[in-house]
């Protein structure tokens, strides 16, 4: 069964350092997603994207979030300058993107653990 | 703005109980989804079902079962003789655009 990859699993930074995380959409879907969860709190969207261009975004995503699909398969969340409060879990979703968009099905994939010292 | 209240934080039952997980939203959009995914120990998030705003029937897959209810914006889940392979925090979710809200979870706690 088709499934969102996302890599690393678990990445350690240091404050002000540049992340980059991963996601490997399932292959036929047009819409990604990153949404965060940290540590004892509900899990919060960040951006959606489709055709190349953010669709929505949060107020948590602000110009230190930018988000890319640099080739066919991979949609990456790029931090520029991290702070400890954004140590969280980062997942990546993706749906069909076909039709009626609207309130899609969105399959997540398996997070990466980021934490910020 | 809508917003998605999961009251129950935790739940402890022992095995082959039934358990209700309670989920209620509040919108002012006519159109919507609302939705059940699953986040075991291990993290991942699973997809349970996805209801529109338009659909109240009643839905049951196995030991699980879903209400909607419109007049009280309700979508609350009932796992029928629980396991404890069921222990997992359980999130409701509402969407009408591309983004979906998420409750805070209520975290199922299943005793041998």
């Known amino acids: 069964e088709p499934e969102v990859t996302q890599t690393p699993s678990h990445q350690v930074t240091q404050m002000g350092q540049e992340v980059i995380l991963r996601c490997v959409p399932i292959s036929n879907h047009l819409y990604f997603y990153w949404y965060r969860q940290i540590l004892g709190q509900k899990v919060e969207f960040l951006v959606s994207f489709y055709n190349n261009e953010i669709s929505e975004k949060s107020e948590i995503f602000d110009d230190q979030f930018s988000v890319e699909r640099p080739d066919g398969s991979n949609f990456t969340l790029k931090i520029r300058s991290t702070k400890l409060e954004d140590s969280a879990m980062y997942f990546c979703?993706?749906?069909?993107?076909?039709?009626?968009?609207?309130?899609?099905?969105?399959?997540f994939g398996p997070g990466t653990r980021l934490l910020v010292l | 703005a809508q917003k998605v209240t999961q009251a129950q934080t935790e739940i402890s039952v022992v095995e082959k109980e039934d358990v209700t997980l309670d989920c209620v939203y509040e919108?002012?959009?006519?159109?919507?989804?609302l939705f059940w995914y699953k986040q075991p120990p291990s993290g991942e998030l699973v997809f349970l079902i996805r209801?529109?705003?338009?659909?109240?029937q009643n839905e049951i897959s196995g030991r699980y079962s879903w209400n909607f209810q419109k007049s009280t914006s309700s979508f609350n889940f009932t796992i029928t003789a629980s396991q404890v392979v069921d222990s997992a925090v359980y999130f409701c979710?509402?969407?009408?655009?591309?983004?979906?809200?998420f409750g805070g979870g209520t975290r199922l706690m299943v005793k041998p």
């Open positions: 979710l509402w969407g009408a655009g591309n983004m979906l809200t």
């Open positions: 209801r529109n705003s338009f659909d109240e």
């Open positions: 979703a993706s749906s069909e993107g076909v039709g009626n968009q609207v309130g899609e099905t969105q399959y």
């Open positions: 919108t002012r959009d006519t159109t919507y989804y």
